[in-house]
């Protein structure tokens, strides 16, 4: 059920963003673009919380008010929307029907991968990390002030966390919904790390093979066999089968599939405004996720969306390639300044 919550609150999210009257709505990009619009939004109010050194249950508080003002907004545009909303969701019911057997392939390929990776143990290093992190936000009723290793006081906040604040927004929803974080972690982040992974992948074959549904829940079960007999440490499998309830598995296996997806999009139309959306919200919501997407974002972005931009000789797709490169670059930087003892934000008053 909670996993159903994050991707409802993902989407109202994403409408709350994405809704118009004079476009027709996609549902997968809307579910997509709420994730990154969420975790944005979430950095935006934890990160005044910690430097004014302010305790979590008013981080709690301040992001309560946030959530149910957007989800009321989403509401409301959805409904404003009127054809715009409710037509794409009449086609998916119809193409539901007409691809039963198809979507239940699907459907029950990724339910038995998703069940078998939620039940198993699951033990690295990290793991004490994300889960004491969240616990120790808990019991102290502080934010990233005290190592979840040995719950000494930090006297600066350690640069690699200080924008990745995913495990915080954990601590946030374990406290509202007063659930223990090592079942919020490991089965509810883990089982919605795992539902994104298969939006991406569904969103990706639709786009590769024309809405071929055949094709498409062939690609889908063939990626999801791949992810399971290629754990390695070089593999985005890793992370989605003994690391799900990371940040760093949803850059692997959303933000950079995500990403795959904005390229073939772009391939087809450089023109195509949502894409560019999803791109440069991909910019700046995935260093939430994880500090790596600081550097790995403008490097995918490099690599994959710069040359088409400069392939088709469009002067305004190259630009909108370095704006979104932009973010990451950034706070690579802060994070170079830190590491030179140049900039650091101390946990008490100087």
Sequence with gaps: MLIAVNLILY??????????????LS?????????????????????????????????TSIWTAVVVTVTVIGVFRAFRAGKSFLDPIK?????????????????????????????????????????????TALQTDT????????????????????FAT???????LCSLLNIHPLLWCKITMAGTAMAMTA?????????????????????IIFALTANFFMITIYTTSAFLTTRT?????????????GMIYIYLCLLQDSKDRGAWLLLFLISIGSPVLSSSANMLVPAMTGVTILPLALLRRDVTAAAKSFICMLPGVMLTLVYVLYVKNIVVFYTYPR
């Design 11 to 24: 989407f109202l999210f994403g409408a709350a963003l994405c809704c118009s009257k004079r476009k027709e």
């Design 27 to 59: 549902l997968t990009r809307t579910l997509f673009a709420g994730l990154f619009f969420y975790y944005f939004l979430f950095s935006l109010c934890c990160i005044p919380v910690m430097l004014r050194w302010r305790p979590l249950h008013v981080l």
């Design 91 to 135: 086609k998916a019911g119809a193409f539901l029907s007409e691809h039963l057997a198809a979507f239940l392939i699907i459907a029950a390929a990724a339910v038995g991968f998703a069940a078998v990776i939620l039940c198993s143990y699951q033990f690295t290093l990290d793991a004490s990390y994300y889960v004491g992190s969240v616990t």
């Design 143 to 162: 934010v990233n002030m005290y190592d979840p290793f040995t719950g000494e006081w930090l006297d600066h906040y350690e640069m690699r966390y200080f």
């Design 166 to 172: 995913f495990p915080m927004n954990d601590a946030v």
């Design 199 to 219: 939006v991406v992948l569904y969103m990706t074959g639709r786009q590769l093979f024309l809405s071929d549904m055949k094709k498409t829940a062939l690609f």
């Design 245 to 257: 309830y990371e940040g760093k598995c949803l850059l692997a296996n959303v933000v950079i599939p």
